[in-house]
C-alpha cells in the first residue's frame, strides 16, 4: 500500500446555493446523514486513512455555527454531552485521536480558493483534499483513493459514467485499463446533448464522473495558485485539474461506492 499522506483539507467555503431554502441558515455540510452531520462523516473518513490532522475551510458567513461544531468536535466533547444528557459512556470516535482545525476561507470565491488555504494552513508535502458536501457513508472513499494511486503523483476519484448524472458532474475522458486511469481532458457539466456526444466519441468506459476527493502533489498545488491568477471569472478547481492533466499526469481511480451530494435540492 502506498505511503498516504497524514494532512487533510476539507473544503466546506460553499454557500448552498443549489439549496438556497434553507442554506442561509444552516450549512449544507451539516446536513444530517444517517443521523448525523455529513461534515463528521467526513472528517470519520479523514481518521479511517490514518490522517493526524485535517483542517476544514469554512465560508465566513457560517462562522457562528462553526464556533459550535469546533466545540462539539473537540477532544473530549462527545463523553461530556453523555454525561450531560445522562447516558451510557460510549466509544470514542475516530476523530478524538486527530487534530482537527476550522479556517475561514479568505480570497477569491472559489472551490480552489478552499484548496490553497487549507494547504497553506497545513505546510505539507502531500495532501488530500475531500469536499464535505459529497460523503461517503462507509468513510473509505479516501483510503481507496491513497490505495490504487501511484506514489507522489496527483490522483482524483470518479465513478462511472452515467447519463443521468452527467450534467452534475466534471465529465473525465481518460486513457488505461485497471483501476487507475490517466485523465486526458474534462468537460465540465455537459449538457444533455454535448454528454451523449461525448459517448460517441470515446465509449462510456473511457469516461467518468469526478467525485470530491483528490490527492495534491506540492507541484498540482503551485499550479493552482499559478492559474487563479491568470483567471478573470471564478477559477474552477476540476478545470484547472484538466489543463494540468495536459502536460502531467493526473491518475484517476475509478470508486463504485455511493457518495451522498448534500447541495441537491
Not at 128 to 139: I, M, Y
Not at 189 to 196: L, T
Amino acid at each position: 500500500m502506498n505511503e498516504r499522506p497524514t494532512a487533510v483539507v476539507i473544503a466546506a467555503g460553499g454557500l448552498g446555493t443549489r439549496v438556497s431554502g434553507w442554506s442561509p441558515f444552516l450549512p449544507k455540510e451539516l446536513r444530517p446523514v444517517q443521523g448525523r452531520p455529513g461534515l463528521l462523516h467526513v472528517l470519520e473518513e479523514a481518521a479511517r486513512l490514518g490522517a493526524d490532522r485535517a483542517v476544514v475551510v469554512h465560508h465566513p458567513y457560517y462562522a457562528p455555527l462553526i464556533d459550535w461544531t469546533r466545540q462539539v468536535l473537540a477532544p473530549g466533547a462527545q463523553a461530556r454531552y453523555r454525561q450531560l444528557a445522562h447516558q451510557p459512556a460510549g466509544h470514542h470516535p475516530l476523530t478524538e485521536r486527530m487534530q482537527v482545525d476550522f479556517i475561514a476561507q479568505h480570497d477569491r470565491y472559489a472551490d480552489i480558493t478552499s484548496a490553497l488555504n487549507g494547504a497553506e494552513h497545513l505546510h505539507a508535502g502531500d495532501i488530500c483534499l475531500a469536499f464535505a458536501d459529497n460523503v461517503d457513508p462507509s468513510h473509505l472513499a479516501l483510503s481507496a483513493l491513497m490505495a490504487a494511486a501511484s506514489p507522489g503523483a496527483p490522483a482524483v476519484l470518479a465513478g462511472p459514467f452515467n447519463l443521468q448524472d452527467a450534467s452534475s458532474h466534471g465529465v473525465i475522458i481518460c486513457t488505461g485499463t485497471g483501476p487507475e486511469r490517466t485523465m486526458t481532458a474534462l468537460v465540465e457539466k455537459p449538457d444533455p446533448v454535448r454528454a451523449a456526444q461525448l459517448v460517441a466519441e470515446h465509449g462510456p468506459e473511457n469516461l467518468r464522473l469526478l467525485q470530491g476527493r483528490a490527492r495534491l502533489t506540492p507541484e498540482l498545488l503551485r499550479y493552482l495558485t499559478a492559474s487563479v491568477r491568470h483567471t478573470a471569472s471564478e477559477p474552477k478547481l476540476s478545470l484547472a485539474l484538466a489543463d494540468y492533466a495536459r502536460h502531467d499526469a493526473v491518475g484517476v481511480i475509478t470508486n463504485t461506492r455511493t457518495m451522498i451530494d448534500l447541495g441537491i435540492p
